[in-house]
Nanobody, 130 residues
């Protein structure tokens, strides 16, 4: 059974930092591209960042480039998202999912990949507020 367990969220002031983790099980983690997505209140899914199987290729949505860093530890089957210089607009529930998104894909293809994913964890809430 595929399980994805996100953690590390919380309440932080603008400009602060958080490190999210996603513990994966039930599949061969090292063979799977992984992605972070987020959903803000009242909004749809938004792709945030993806990482290739060995971690050599990383892609980011423009809104987080230079502030967020995705990484993975295949020995621990864990995905990470280091978030620095957080802004109120980063407030959302963050999820990790089993898929790969390339930032050259069309918006339609990105949304199709996110919405067709069938394995979801409980997510972790990130709130950025003063």
């Amino acid at each position: 059974e595929v399980q994805l367990v996100e953690s590390g969220g919380g309440l932080v002031h603008p400009g602060g930092s958080l490190r999210l983790s996603c513990a994966a099980s039930g599949f061969t983690f090292g063979d799977t591209g992984m992605t972070w997505v987020r959903q803000a209140p009242g909004k749809g899914l938004e792709w945030v960042s993806s990482i290739s199987t060995a971690g050599h290729t990383k892609t980011y949505v423009d809104a987080v480039k230079g502030r967020f860093t995705i990484s993975r530890d295949n020995a621990k089957s864990t995905l990470y998202l280091q978030m620095n210089s957080l802004k109120p607009e980063d407030t959302a529930v963050y999820y990790c999912i089993k898929t790969w998104v390339d930032d050259t894909m069309s918006d339609y293809e990105i949304q199709r990949r996110l919405e067709s994913n069938i394995y979801w964890g409980q997510g972790t809430q990130v709130t950025v507020s003063s």
